[in-house]
């Protein structure tokens, strides 16, 4: 069983930035592949990167690619997400989600976190 823990949401003015981070324990963590969700208000809940267990492959959604950038640190059992040039509808929760392949992290992760939410004024 891995336990995910989100961290760094807040409010932040448009064309900003705002660094996530989030601890796994438990399980093996540190072979899982990472990865962050966001879910919007009346919206569902959407991919937004992963990235493989070695760090060394990323994945990105068109709406975040050049503006967020997803990373991880194994030592730490942490991956993080730096938000930059941030736009008000990047508001939501984010979630941190953990899979044993960045396949699985990107469709059906096996575990989640419980969401930080992350709100962009205008």
């Known amino acids: 069983q891995v336990q995910l823990v989100e961290s760094g949401g807040g409010l932040v003015q448009a064309g900003g930035s705002l660094r996530l981070s989030c601890a796994a324990s438990?399980?093996?963590?540190?072979?899982?592949?990472m990865g962050w969700f966001r879910q919007a208000p009346g919206k569902e809940r959407e991919f937004v990167a992963a990235v493989t267990w070695g760090g060394g492959t990323s994945y990105y959604a068109d709406s975040v690619k050049g503006r967020f950038t997803i990373s991880r640190d194994n030592a730490k059992n942490t991956v993080y997400l730096q938000m930059n040039s941030l736009k008000p509808e990047d508001t939501a929760v984010y979630y941190c989600?953990?899979?044993?392949?960045?396949?699985?992290?990107?469709?059906?992760?096996?575990?989640w976190g419980q969401g930080t939410q992350v709100t962009v004024s205008s």
């Open positions: 989600a953990a899979g044993t392949s960045t396949v699985v992290v990107r469709t059906t992760p096996d575990y």
């Open positions: 438990g399980g093996t963590s540190r072979s899982y592949a």
